[in-house]
């Protein structure tokens, strides 16, 4: 059975940093695309970061770059997302998901294939 579990979701203050993990099980990802999105409460799921199966390529919204940063250890099964300068706004619930082709450009919830089950994060004051 193919897992995706997320880890490292908490309570920060504003301006701190968290780094998420997702690890996957059940069959190797190394040749896959990765990524990460997020889903405020009342919002659409949204796009965060993207990284391709070596981690030579990575993508981020827009609005996130210089702040969250995408990477990966294949032999750890393992992505991460270090957030760093966090926002109130950022409080979310982040999944993490796996693509079935290793190009990271892809900023669509149905162009993949996997899912976690989500790690929540706030941020406060």
């Known amino acids: 059975q193919v897992q995706l579990v997320e880890s490292g979701g908490g309570l920060v203050q504003a301006g701190g940093s968290l780094r998420l993990s997702c690890t996957t099980s059940?069959?190797?990802?190394?040749?896959?695309?990765m990524g990460w999105f997020r889903q405020a409460p009342g919002k659409v799921r949204e796009f965060v970061a993207a990284i391709n199966w070596n981690g030579a390529a990575t993508y981020n919204a827009d609005s996130l770059k210089g702040r969250f940063i995408i990477s990966r250890d294949n032999a750890k099964n393992t992505e991460y997302l270090q957030m760093n300068s966090l926002k109130l706004e950022d409080s979310a619930v982040y999944y993490c998901a796996a693509r079935d082709d290793s190009s990271a450009n892809a900023r669509l919830e149905r162009q993949y294939l996997y899912w976690g089950q989500g790690t929540p994060v706030t941020v406060s004051l």
């Open positions: 059940g069959r190797t990802f190394s040749s896959n695309a």
